[in-house]
């Protein structure tokens, strides 16, 4: 079955720099990626996707990385803000629309 | 905000209790899918309406059961509670077809807790 993990944990951050975050998904099958946001007693929120015919995507101050390769994807934050402290999720999509999230990454974005 | 509410917001119930979990999805979205999130983990795919039927069903148990109404909303039922199923409850509709993804929006989650 699809199993979707994160690399670290909590990501500690200081304002105006680049955040990075890690993803490995294990079904090959898999053929849709989405990062989203969870804010503390929010939902998650959509950031970008990016579909397993390419390898990059960009969006406002994000970038999606894909590496079908290694089953590997990554979630880079620009100029990361105070804003963008919270919980973020990669999830994998492999047929019709149901979802399987990674157990998440918390970002803390110090001044 | 997504236009997708849930109710409550919170609730308590009692292991063995039976407890039915409310979605109001964005108006003209024909899919909902309902996940379950524990504390520090990532929501869990619990199962999906497309067009008021059953499209899809993660690992849960048969005491997990949903209906999907015509005028957009959907209930998530779960009996016979245990202390694990408290976490907080996500739904999250779409407007795509049996087979294809298109973007999903999430409610605001309603925090169960099983005492």
């Known amino acids: 079955g699809e199993s979707v993990g994160l690399h670290l944990p909590t990501l500690s951050v200081q304002e105006g720099d680049n955040s990075i975050i890690n993803c490995a998904y294990s079904?090959?099958?898999?053929?849709?990626f989405i990062w989203y946001k969870q804010e503390s007693g929010k939902g998650p929120q959509f950031i970008i996707d990016?579909?397993?015919?390419?390898d990059k995507r960009q969006g406002q101050r994000v970038t999606v990385l894909l590496n079908k390769t290694v089953k590997h994807l990554s979630l880079q934050i620009a100029a990361t803000q105070p804003g963008d402290s919270a919980v973020y999720f990669c999830?994998?999509?492999?047929?019709?629309?149901?979802?399987?999230f990674g157990g998440g990454t918390r970002v803390l974005v110090k001044p | 905000e997504t236009g997708v509410t849930q109710s409550p917001t919170h609730l308590i119930k009692t292991r063995g209790q039976q407890v039915t979990l409310r979605c109001s999805s964005q108006?003209?979205?024909?899919?909902v899918s309902w996940y379950q999130q524990a504390l520090g983990q990532g929501p869990q795919f619990i199962f999906q309406?497309?067009?008021?039927?059953?499209?899809g069903r993660g690992n849960f148990p048969p005491r997990f059961s949903g209906l999907q109404f015509p005028n957009y909303s959907s209930e998530l039922n779960v009996n016979a509670l245990e202390l694990d199923d408290s976490a907080l409850y996500l739904c999250?509709?779409?407007?795509?077809?049996?087979?294809?993804?298109?973007?999903?929006?999430f409610g605001p989650g309603t925090r169960l807790t099983v005492l």
């Open positions: 999250a509709s779409s407007l795509a077809g049996r087979y294809a993804y298109n973007e999903q929006f």
């Open positions: 079904n090959s099958a898999s053929d849709y």
């Open positions: 990016i579909r397993s015919n390419m």
């Open positions: 999830a994998a999509e492999a047929a019709g629309n149901k979802l399987t």
């Open positions: 108006s003209g979205h024909n899919t």
């Open positions: 309406y497309y067009r008021e039927e059953e499209n």
